[in-house]
């Protein structure tokens, strides 16, 4: 049974940023796709970024290009999300999610098989 655990989550201003992380524990992390979704009240969960196992192939939702960044580190069964110029709408709880077919990028939640408990980020105007 794969293990996510999100962690980097807080309260911060507009402008500032913030660093994500998701430890992977119980699984191959190096052959999954992975992705980050955010969910804020009364709203779907959307795709934020997503990364291929090999880290050559990423997606990024339009509201985040240019700004957030994800990234893996598969010696450190880990995945990043590097957040900066936050701004209030990106307001959430943010969920690391894990496909075990990692040979592409995926933005569809529903196809992935493992999901973190989420970490909150509040972004204040």
């Known amino acids: 049974q794969v293990q996510l655990v999100e962690s980097g989550g807080g309260l911060v201003q507009a402008g500032d940023s913030l660093r994500l992380s998701c430890a992977a524990s119980g699984g191959t992390f190096s052959s999954y796709a992975m992705g980050w979704f955010r969910q804020a009240p009364g709203k779907e969960r959307d795709c934020v970024a997503t990364i291929m196992w090999s880290g050559t192939s990423t997606y990024y939702a339009d509201s985040v290009k240019g700004r957030f960044t994800i990234s893996r580190d598969n010696a450190k069964n880990t995945v990043y999300l590097q957040m900066n110029s936050l701004k209030p709408e990106d307001t959430a709880v943010y969920y690391c999610?894990?496909?075990?077919?990692?040979?592409?990028?995926?933005?569809?939640?529903?196809?992935?098989?493992?999901w973190g408990q989420g970490t909150q980020v509040t972004v204040s105007s």
């Open positions: 999610a894990a496909r075990s077919d990692g040979r592409y990028y995926y933005r569809n939640p529903r196809l992935y098989d493992y």
